[in-house]
């Protein structure tokens, strides 16, 4: 469904845009996985750099070799990976950095008080830089204010989402919204 929306979207004259899906861990236990995803892609007509496949640090943790290689897969198919609840889970540091990922996404739990709390400001400071390091953008969750947004912007952070810039909306509330924003 996500690419035929995209494909929608592109096909109404929106800007590129990447969308996002979230994995479970019971969708991730296929060793086909990423021959289907390019399926999916191919059958839609999108270009596969526009999906990005989120997992999260325990379903990626949960067997490395078989994570590996669908990572992998999944990389030489275009596709860009995010892990999601970063922080939270188990991640062994020296299986991160065998991970093909583009993209960290700093949970919502070190987001939401940081602005209060230096222990959750150390540890997104330690992602950003971290990341940054081996070459992956970081993505804040649960940016809520303005002020957490300056911090994280300051600190190099290369994307966020949260509440600050909108609630979830259905597919065809979001083109509107995107719609009206290209022509203001």
Not at 50 to 58: D, Y
Not at 64 to 76: C, P, S, V, W
Not at 111 to 138: C, F, L, P, S, W
Request: glycine share 8%; proline share 4%; net charge negative.
């Amino acid at each position: 469904e996500a690419c035929r929306q995209l494909k929608a979207w592109q096909g109404e004259g929106l800007p590129p845009l990447v969308i996002a899906v979230n994995l479970s861990g019971r969708d991730f236990q296929s060793t086909s996985l990423a021959a289907k995803i390019s399926g999916l892609v191919r059958e839609a007509g999108i270009d596969p750099r526009c999906l990005e496949i989120e997992i999260t640090e325990s379903v990626a943790m949960h067997d490395f070799q078989k994570t590996l290689h669908i990572l992998q897969g999944l990389r030489d198919e275009g596709i860009r990976v995010a892990i999601d609840d970063f922080g939270t889970g188990y991640s062994s540091l020296a299986y991160l950095k065998r991970f093909p990922i583009q993209t960290l996404k700093i949970d919502r739990a070190f987001i939401k008080d940081m602005m209060d709390n230096t222990q959750d400001r150390a540890i997104v400071n330690a992602i950003i830089g971290m990341a940054h390091a081996m070459d992956m953008e970081v993505l804040a969750e649960g940016v809520e204010r303005p002020d957490q947004l300056q911090y994280l912007l300051d600190k190099g952070c290369d994307r966020a989402q949260g509440y600050h810039f909108g609630k979830p909306v259905p597919a065809g509330e979001f083109q509107a919204q995107l719609i009206r924003q290209m022509a203001s």
